[in-house]
């Protein structure tokens, strides 16, 4: 999850007053209490059981694997090898590093389908030890809970589906997907959705990621990413004092950033996240870099932040330029977009919304609508019906290396099932 599934809810002006809270029940809660209380899903949640400990085997073997950014092919191929281990159908490795398997509906073939993900990769470097921990019920390792569990939960899943016999009506595209964190940009949703061989076919989409099974992410959190490089002529502290700085542009250029007001809600936000450059402490730079996140629940905020940032940057050019001699060279700055994210939402009234909210309650938990950067991201641009969910259980500091889980079974079980009711009641059953 990039950043984390933060709990910030945003809703359209016409539902605003259903701010923070889960759609009401409708006709998706008759639904999902149908399908849970039959036998077939009974027998799928006793599999669960059943064989809840070979799933936490499964998150600490995975775990195992590295998956930084870009680097996820070991991760891919271990999960391929389960994925056709477990009978999913043209199991395969798409051109971006994308695994996935198509468990068959009874509907026509190559008709429409419901993708359910997990992503293979973690926000930690190469080289990051990945090593699992266990004290009693408690997982800790990089990456363990983002997104680990989740793709241990999905595996879980085809077992039980088979286990109990469980026909749906649509197909269902199981995918460990690649480039979820940071850098990664979305890339492979971005395959999935724009050049993938399922692209036309899927209807609805689950993301499986965090732990939060009450947390239904239904808003896509829009982000633009720059890496801006300031430029100089460089030159000795002592000798060349007095001649442009590029780390005076990019020190205005912060300072000018963090003056703009945003607004609260729609919630939009900004930072100033990486520098770099320099040679040494005696040295006047030549060089020095900037990385910026800004991010917004609305495309026009989103739009406005950037067209100002861009304007600081001009003017901290044009400000060292003038407040120091350019004798041996000016300042020139120059922005690079490394990562850029689409905002839009789901309708709070959608039935993928609706079902995932009633499969909660059906759970024993309290459904709470909220807003983050996931691979939903790129379905929802699209007008696709898609959420982000969690796969239950307990956990804490992600994305930090002391990252924790707790797969104790009643809590976890618990969590796993809304998932599991969401997918049935809508891939049909």
Same mark, same amino acid.
């Given at each position: 999850? *990039?950043?984390?599934?933060?709990?910030?809810?945003? &809703?359209?002006?016409?539902?605003?007053?259903?701010?923070?809270?889960?759609?009401?029940?409708?006709?998706?809660? $008759?639904?999902? $209490? !149908? +399908?849970?209380?039959? /036998?077939?899903?009974?027998?799928?949640?006793?599999?669960?059981?059943?064989?809840?400990?070979?799933?936490?085997?499964?998150?600490?073997?995975?775990?195992?694997?590295?998956?930084?950014?870009?680097?996820?092919?070991?991760?891919?191929?271990?999960?391929?090898?389960?994925?056709?281990?477990?009978?999913?159908?043209?199991?395969?490795?798409?051109?971006?590093?994308?695994?996935?398997?198509?468990?068959?509906?009874?509907?026509?073939?190559?008709?429409? &389908?419901?993708?359910?993900?997990?992503?293979?990769?973690?926000?930690?470097?190469?080289?990051?030890?990945? !090593?699992?921990?266990?004290?009693?019920?408690?997982?800790?390792?990089?990456?363990?809970?983002?997104?680990?569990?989740? &793709?241990?939960?999905?595996?879980?899943?085809?077992?039980?589906?088979?286990?109990?016999? +469980?026909?749906?009506?649509?197909?269902?595209?199981?995918?460990?997907?690649?480039?979820?964190?940071?850098?990664?940009? &979305?890339?492979?949703?971005?395959?999935?959705?724009?050049?993938?061989?399922?692209?036309?076919?899927? $209807?609805?989409?689950?993301?499986?990621?965090?732990?939060?099974?009450?947390?239904?992410?239904?808003?896509?959190?829009?982000?633009?990413?720059?890496?801006?490089?300031?430029?100089?002529?460089?030159?000795?502290?002592?000798?060349?004092?007095?001649?442009?700085?590029?780390?005076?542009?990019?020190?205005?250029?912060?300072?000018?950033?963090?003056?703009?007001?945003?607004?609260?809600? /729609?919630?939009?936000?900004?930072?100033?996240?990486?520098?770099?450059?320099?040679?040494?402490?005696? *040295?006047?730079?030549?060089?020095?870099?900037?990385?910026?996140?800004?991010?917004?629940?609305?495309?026009?905020?989103?739009? !406005?932040?950037?067209?100002?940032?861009?304007?600081?940057?001009?003017?901290?050019?044009?400000?060292?330029?003038?407040?120091?001699?350019?004798?041996?060279?000016?300042?020139?700055?120059?922005?690079?977009?490394?990562?850029?994210?689409?905002?839009? *939402?789901?309708?709070?009234?959608?039935?993928?919304?609706?079902?995932?909210?009633?499969?909660?309650?059906?759970?024993?938990?309290?459904?709470?609508?909220?807003?983050?950067?996931?691979?939903?991201?790129?379905?929802?641009?699209?007008? +696709?019906?898609?959420?982000?969910?969690?796969?239950?259980?307990?956990?804490?500091?992600?994305?930090?290396?002391?990252?924790?889980?707790?797969?104790?079974?009643?809590?976890?079980?618990?969590?796993?099932?809304?998932?599991?009711?969401?997918?049935?009641?809508?891939?049909?059953?």
């Amino acid at each position: 999850m *990039s950043a984390g599934r933060f709990a910030t809810v945003v &809703l359209p002006l016409a539902a605003l007053a259903l701010l923070g809270a889960a759609p009401k029940p409708d006709g998706s809660e $008759q639904a999902v $209490q !149908k +399908i849970v209380a039959s /036998p077939g899903f009974k027998a799928a949640v006793a599999d669960l059981d059943r064989t809840h400990d070979r799933m936490v085997a499964d998150i600490v073997t995975l775990t195992e694997i590295p998956a930084p950014p870009f680097k996820e092919a070991a991760k891919g191929r271990a999960v391929m090898a389960m994925m056709k281990a477990e009978g999913l159908a043209d199991v395969e490795m798409d051109p971006e590093g994308n695994v996935m398997g198509l468990r068959r509906g009874t509907g026509p073939a190559g008709g429409k &389908l419901v993708a359910f993900a997990a992503h293979q990769d973690t926000v930690f470097p190469e080289g990051t030890v990945t !090593k699992v921990r266990r004290e009693g019920t408690r997982l800790y390792a990089p990456g363990v809970g983002d997104d680990t569990r989740s &793709l241990a939960v999905m595996l879980a899943y085809i077992r039980a589906l088979d286990a109990a016999k +469980i026909q749906t009506r649509s197909d269902i595209l199981f995918v460990a997907d690649v480039g979820e964190e940071g850098p990664g940009d &979305l890339r492979g949703m971005r395959y999935l959705f724009g050049k993938g061989k399922y692209k036309d076919r899927i $209807q609805a989409f689950f993301s499986m990621d965090g732990l939060n099974p009450a947390g239904i992410t239904y808003a896509a959190v829009g982000s633009r990413r720059y890496r801006v490089s300031f430029h100089g002529p460089g030159g000795h502290s002592y000798g060349a004092f007095g001649i442009v700085n590029p780390m005076a542009a990019m020190a205005h250029a912060v300072d000018e950033l963090y003056e703009v007001k945003v607004p609260a809600h /729609p919630k939009t936000t900004y930072s100033a996240s990486v520098v770099s450059g320099g040679v040494s402490v005696n *040295s006047i730079p030549a060089d020095v870099t900037l990385e910026v996140d800004m991010r917004s629940e609305s495309a026009e905020e989103l739009a !406005k932040l950037d067209a100002r940032f861009l304007a600081i940057l001009k003017d901290a050019e044009a400000h060292e330029n003038a407040a120091r001699s350019t004798g041996v060279g000016k300042i020139t700055v120059t922005p690079k977009l490394i990562g850029e994210r689409p905002t839009g *939402s789901t309708s709070p009234e959608a039935p993928i919304v609706r079902t995932v909210a009633a499969a909660a309650r059906a759970a024993g938990y309290t459904p709470q609508l909220d807003a983050s950067s996931t691979d939903a991201n790129i379905p929802i641009s699209l007008g +696709i019906p898609a959420v982000t969910i969690g796969s239950g259980g307990g956990g804490g500091r992600a994305h930090s290396l002391d990252e924790w889980i707790d797969v104790a079974k009643p809590e976890s079980l618990r969590g796993m099932t809304v998932g599991l009711a969401a997918l049935l009641a809508t891939a049909g059953v």
